[in-house]
């Protein structure tokens, strides 16, 4: 997947069309483009090449995409990382996946500068920080928003399929967890799967509703949205009510939630008052679920079909 070649075929052919709605705010597609050229380029500038391992540390919001979309504009491996994991886990996955860059945010528990010292191989932190004056003289320790303003053109980076992309960690369920390392040819198939199943086209809207995108699904919404030109409704966390009003709000039209979720949205007593006629599809993935739950959400919100 080439993904700044997609993401400029978008920003011209949907300049003004929102690629990202998060909270109160959109950011266009034309937009989105120029945030993730200037951040590829201050990236490169601070010595960000193909192929060094960058981890991500941040809660879902617009910054994470820039970054991942960033990343992979100059041909880097993006290790994300859940905003969930303790102190001792980062270093852990830190130092497995020897991750020479981290973006983050601060977060209380984690100190960053335990983490470097675990982790020697860690040249620089990107931290992503509302005030401006904590940044330090350290020149390793750098600011999110600060390097978010550039709007340089990145060197020209020849990116190949088999070239490594992303590194995910397992949830450790049968064991250690294992890093699972997707090339940039990898970033195609999750196209390739929704079209045998669905009819997505660029007047759709995806509601991500606090899927991590330390995840590969997460991770899918973003690619769905770069390959239809699709806007991208993003929830930092799950919340039933807000899922509905968000649908309603934004007329969404794609739905991917786990069954749980379903079973939450259902369990809410405003279920049936919120209007849910955009929804093409309701998906659910994840885990087994039954006909029954399937069809009770079919019923509250059709004509919806459900997968």
Known sequence: MKVKE???DKAQKHKDKPAVIFKEGAITFSALYEGVKGLAYAL??????????????????????VSYLSLFSIGAVVVPLDFMLTENELIN??????????????KK??????????????????????????????????????????RHEPVLTEIKDCDPAAIFYTSGSTGHPKGVLLN?????????????????KDTDSYLCAG????????????????????????????????SLKNIEKHKVTIFCIVPSMFVAILSLKACDRYDLSSL???????????????????????PTPVF
């Open 44 to 65: 490169g500038e601070k010595g960000v090449h193909k192929g060094d391992k960058v981890a991500i540390f941040l809660p879902n919001c617009p910054q994470y995409i």
């Open 93 to 106: 996955f830190i130092g497995h996946s020897d991750a020479s860059v981290l973006i983050a945010r601060p």
């Open 184 to 200: 940039y040819g990898h970033l195609d198939n999750p196209v390739r799967c929704i079209k045998d199943f669905l009819d997505v």
């Open 211 to 242: 899927v991590p995108f330390s995840h590969i699904g997460g991770l899918d919404y973003m690619i769905f949205m770069l390959a239809f030109g699709s806007t991208l409704v993003l929830m930092d966390r799950f919340h039933p009510l807000e």
């Open 6 to 8: 997609l993401l400029r």
């Open 280 to 302: 093409r599809y309701a998906v659910v993935f994840g885990a087994p679920s039954s006909p029954a739950l399937l069809k009770r959400f079919h019923t509250n919100s059709a």
């Open 109 to 150: 528990d984690v100190n960053f500068q335990a983490i470097r010292a675990s982790c020697p191989q860690l040249q620089k932190l990107i931290l992503l920080e509302d005030d401006e004056t904590s940044f330090s003289q350290d020149s390793s320790v750098l600011s999110l928003n600060a390097l978010l303003a550039d």
